[in-house]
């Protein structure tokens, strides 16, 4: 990248999706993304664009520069039709084929992430953009497996699975009430680069998964 991108470039990077850099725009606006290296076209159909990690730091430095407001908790479905996975407690949502193609092409997306970015072009581990957005990063795995996210309601009631935050370091807490289906997270996890193990709530004796990204 030679100088800076141009103000309708920019508006292109800003808009990128969250989770996986994806980008829309015109031809001529993704081809000049391309040439100046903050993007590339995926080899593999729809051949969608993403941002590259140039294109990703980019993005995180205006919105850093911008924030002047806490962040706020983001819908199973935005308005503006930005991605983002379930981490379960949303309102329903569409689960049908239009959503199935998302989460692919978003997991798609991650991996290609994950190939550009880690050391030797690893797609079995977690990159650094898994490891600051954690929740996002798990749920999407999961949802990306086939399994279901818990509905409304409060934490602990109901099927499905759930990722919320923790006080540990680079750890989400997966909950989920049926034993087989949190078995199934913890080995979908595991498959996806996650190290995870199995704990008991000392309150309600619930279990639940403790999981952080893997490094080597």
Not at 30 to 38: I, P, Y
Not at 122 to 127: E, L, S, T
């Amino acid at each position: 990248m030679t100088r800076p991108p141009t103000a309708a470039q920019r508006r292109v990077i800003d808009a990128a999706d969250p989770v996986t850099g994806r980008l829309r725009g015109t031809e001529s606006q993704l081809a000049a993304l391309v040439r100046h290296g903050l993007a590339f076209r995926h080899p593999r159909p729809p051949h969608g664009h993403f941002l590259t990690p140039a294109g990703h730091r980019i993005r995180e430095e205006a919105a850093t520069a911008g924030a002047s407001a806490p962040e706020a908790s983001v819908p199973a479905s935005e308005p503006s039709g930005v991605f983002s996975a379930r981490i379960g407690g949303e309102e329903a949502a569409d689960t049908g084929p239009a959503r199935v193609r998302e989460v692919r092409s978003a997991w798609q997306g991650l991996l290609e992430l994950r190939r550009m970015t880690n050391t030797g072009g690893a797609m079995d581990r977690p990159c650094a953009w898994e490891r600051t957005h954690l929740v996002q990063a798990a749920a999407l795995a999961l949802e990306a497996a086939g399994l279901r996210p818990a509905g409304t309601g409060t934490d602990g009631g109901g099927g499905g699975y759930r990722v919320r935050a923790t006080p540990q370091p680079e750890a989400v807490a997966v909950r989920e009430p049926d034993a087989a289906a949190l078995r199934e997270c913890a080995v979908t996890l595991e498959k996806a680069g996650w190290q995870v193990s199995e704990h008991t709530e000392p309150r309600t004796g619930s279990r639940y998964l403790l999981a952080s990204p893997r490094r080597s």
